[in-house]
Each structure stands twice: as C-alpha cells, then as structure tokens.
C-alpha cells in the first residue's frame, strides 16, 4: 500500500531519530518516523532489578530477535551476537546507556594532518601498514554549539576542569554529580602522579533540571538523580539518565505533523532510475510489507543497520554493491574500543563502589589521543583512563583476582569480603580503521523475515595490540598509587566495545559514503548519521558527538525548503 508523501521519512527513533523529528517537525515539515521496536513505560523499565536486567538483560528482550554475525579475522563462519548496543525500542539505546557524556577533543577530528602528516607517526615507530587514517571533515569548532545544543536539550552534568578540552562557550548546565569514594581515591591518586583528572560529563541530571531558554523549553523537567546505582543496562527509575525517550521524542510527538510508527521494521530503502530515493519499504506490526514514500530519507539505525540498509537495497544492476556506495566505502572504516580493565583490593577501606551512577567519574586525558610524547612507544593515539565499574553484586561477581577460584567455598569468603572493597579502572583505547575489518551481508545467516543481517569481520592490529599493553602498565600503576593491596587487569580478547564507522563522512566521494551533514554522495535526497558516519574512533563514546552531528544536519536539512516544495 502506498501512502502519501512525507517530506522526511526517518528510520529509528534514538538519539539521531529523536532530534530530527523534534527539530524537522518543529521546522513545520511533514514527518514519518519508523522504529522497529515498540514502545516502553516506566513501570517497564522502573524496577532495580539486577538479576532481570543485568544478568537476563531484559531490555533487550527486542535485541534478541535482531542478531549481528561476528567473526574474527580468519574466522570461515560467523557466529551469531545478539549484541547489547543496537537496541530496539522506542527512544533506542540511551534508555539503558551508562550516560558519559564527552565531547571529543580537538585534535580527534585531525588525526591524519596531526600525527601522520607531522611524522609523530614515524617518530613513535608505528607500523601503520593495512591503516587508513584520515581527517574528518569539519573540526571541533564546527561542532561546539551544537555539542552545547545536546548537553542544554538531553541535560549534561559536570564541572570542567579538563586541561585537554577543547573551548567551550557556556559551562555545563548543571553542577557535576556529587563524589563517591571511588572517585575520591582515584583523582588523588591521579594528582600524587602529575596526572590532570577531572569529573568528566554525564548524561545524568545533579539537580531538578528543564532546559532554560533559548535552549527547547517544551522538553519536560525531570528530577535529579538519587544515587542508586542502577544505570548501565537498566532504564532509570526517576527518569535522572539523559535519554531521546523522555526529552526530545515528547515534544516531537505532540507536533501533529510528526507521525511516529512503531514495530515498523525498515528493510529497504527505495531509489528511482536518477538514483534518488523515493522512500522506504518496511514490515509493519502485522508483519505486511508497507511502503512510506518521502522526498527525503534519513538512516539513523545506528552503526549496523546504517551499513546493513545501504548493502540490501541495491538495485538490478547492481545489487551486490548496494546503494550509497559508488566509493566502495559502505562497511569499511569500521572500529571498536577494545577496553583495558584495572582492578584492585582494599583490605582497610571500604570503597561501596555500587553507589551513585557509572558515569560522571574521575577522568583523565593525559594518555588520550596526541597528548603524550609517542617517541619509540610503537603506536599513535591514546585512551581515555577513568573509575569504572557496575555495582550490585551480580554486576560484580567476576571481579576476581588470578589467584582466587571462581567458585566453592573460597570464592564465597573472598566475594563478601571484597565485594564492598573493591576498585576498578576503565581505560578505553582508541582503535583505528584497518582495510581488514570490514562489515558485510552475511552470506548465510538472515533474520526472522528472510532478510541477510549484518556480519562483521574485526581484528586488534598491531597498533592497537601495543597500545592495549601501555595502557594496561599505565592503569595498574595508577590502581597501585590508589594504595590497593591487589592489583590485576583484564586486555580485550577477541572482540570490541562500542562501535562506529561503516559509512564514512568526508569531502572526497571517492573515499567516504557522506559528506559532513550527513548526505549521501550519491543519493542526493538519502542521509546517514550516527556512529557510522565517524571517520576516526577517538578514545571517547560517540554520543555527544552523534548528537552534535545530528543538530547540525537538522539545520541544513532544514533549510532546503526547494526539496520540499
Ligand atoms: C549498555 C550501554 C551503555 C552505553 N553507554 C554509553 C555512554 O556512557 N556514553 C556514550 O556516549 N554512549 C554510550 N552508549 C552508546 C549509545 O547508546 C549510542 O551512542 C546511542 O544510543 C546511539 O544513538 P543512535 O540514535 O545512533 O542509535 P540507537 O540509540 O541505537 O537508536 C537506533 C534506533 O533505530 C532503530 N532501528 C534500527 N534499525 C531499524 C530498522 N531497520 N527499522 C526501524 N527502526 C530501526 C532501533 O530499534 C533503535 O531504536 C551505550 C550503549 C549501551 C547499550
Ligand atoms: S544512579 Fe541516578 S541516573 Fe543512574 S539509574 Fe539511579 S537515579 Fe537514575
């Protein structure tokens, strides 16, 4: 059945999809957008339950009907991940996100003209064969109103204090969330060492919290967050955590020009014989195929989907290439952090680390991107080193030193002795694109609905091998100037955290998917955002600089009005 035309037709309703309706449907044009999952209460997501939220992971109920293949390098088949980051529910992942909230810095966004091009690359030894570094295409200055935009509409705690931040026109709009121990035994540690720690920004509410003007005053107020402990894998209870679901989507969802369809699952995006989209194609609640045309399309799935909905809408003539992808880039480029863990004991100080929220703690930038001297150390860029950790027991009960057993009797003395004295150190080291990783259709595996699902094919290389280990000497020295009487890390195995890339920004179309608003090279009327789009990884979780990305490209798409006539 086909509808009538919108002017934008969406895909996904998280952080990219919840802007651009707010920001589209308030501009006055007429919008679909389509989310796959279905929608949640807070009565749903309230309880502090861990063993139904974070052992059974419960709010990826959706997720499991919606796999990703995975294979390491050499790998002949994939196996199946029914992955935690690409949720599907109304308002996507930030309903259960740990709420960091971190702007990249500066030279993030030039990695190429700053550490290739300048021969830091060869000072440090790195053996960058099989690497494709590039610049992004647009820099932090670019992006530093909207990056405010995010922190005032979402609502972003924190107090500054970084040396190696970028300049900020207006403080954080709220007071950073108040100290736990971990955090106090952290930064002194940090400080005794030289270090410049700093309580980094969080997608948690400190205070009763509206935005002010000039800033969108229709986004409801919530209260302040109340310490539980509860946020990485469960939604919050008082609605503290930052998510698309109770700030942005509301107000889009009162326009009446705003048309939001869940349980609708895109699964192709149309082009006509131009080569400009007319719409999409998706499975609605009832499992019928429908088809919402539009005058523009814009993907904002996240970094799988994004790849995955360009790959199967190829055409004809040139199916297996897809659409979108005249670079040959859609699936390349891609990258995942690879985190190191530092853990150590306490036998006289009780640290009760599951107090208060997993972000907003003490941070520092000292071994992040360009800033130490890499001479001889054999690779670039850094990692961002920062308090980590779930809280409740069951979040807890693999925190367990090399010499302890992981069960019986001495597993049982060690963990209640231990469990409330206990810290942990998150390092999260930037990897870089390598032309062996690579996302593609898997050539066997296909959802429930017969369509081939995304599989991704990933290795640490050598850069990121050496870093890893760095960065793991660099944390148990630092664990160990905490006073900890046992100190142990974790490197990463065989498989990444938190992913971007696959649909490359940039300005040359022969090496990039889109440019820096997001628009397809090709397909002139089709946008991509999100994670996907990041050229570089940076040591820092995507979303304040998704968010940023996606205000600026609700702007320009915007201001298009011939397109939409
Ligand atoms: C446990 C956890 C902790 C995290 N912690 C942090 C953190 O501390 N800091 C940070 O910066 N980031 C964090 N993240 C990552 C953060 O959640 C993502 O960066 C952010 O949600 C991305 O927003 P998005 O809009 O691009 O995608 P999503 O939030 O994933 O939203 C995409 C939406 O699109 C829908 N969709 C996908 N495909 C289709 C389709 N074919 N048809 C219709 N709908 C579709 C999905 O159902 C989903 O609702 C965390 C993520 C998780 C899971
Ligand atoms: S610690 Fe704060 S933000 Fe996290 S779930 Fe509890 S009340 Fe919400």
Redesign the pocket.
Known sequence: MAERIADVCL????????ILAKELGTAGLDVVL????QPISIEEYAPRDSIRFAARTDLLE?VRHDPTAFRSLGDPQATLRYS???????????L???????RFQPGDFKVFSNEIATGVAERAGADLRGYDVVDWPLGYDDLEPYYERFEYEFGVSGGGGNPFAGPRRSPYPMPPLRQTAKKVLLEAAARRLGYHPYQSGA?VTSQAYRPPAPFDTRIPERPGCTYCGHC??YGCHVNAKST?LYTVLPVAMALPNVDVRTR????RVNTDEVGHTTGVL?FDEAGHIQEQRARVVVL???VF?NAR?LLVSGTDQAAARGIANASGMVGKGIFGHGDVRIYGLFDDYIVNGFIGPQ?GGIRLDDFNGNNFDHTGLGFIRGAAIGGGGGGTPVERYDVVPPHIPTWGAAFKDYFGRYYTRSLEIGITPETLAHEANVLDLDPHYRDARGIPIPRLTFAFHDNERRLQRFMAEVGERLMRETGASTVWSKLPTRMAN?WAGGTRMGDDPTKSVVNSYGQSHDVPNLFV???SVFPTMTA?????T?AALTYRAAEYIAAQREWFR
Not at 96 to 102: D, E, K, L, V
């Open positions: 895909v996904g309703s998280g952080v990219v999809g919840g389509l989310e796959r999952g959706w935690t980051t690409p949720s599907n529910v109304l308002g996507g992942a930030l259960h996100w740990t709420g960091q909230a971190a997608g990485n894998g698309a609708s699952k895109v699964f998706y904002g799935g996240y989907e909905l972000s938190r955002l999100g994670a820092y979780p995507a979303t304040a998704l």
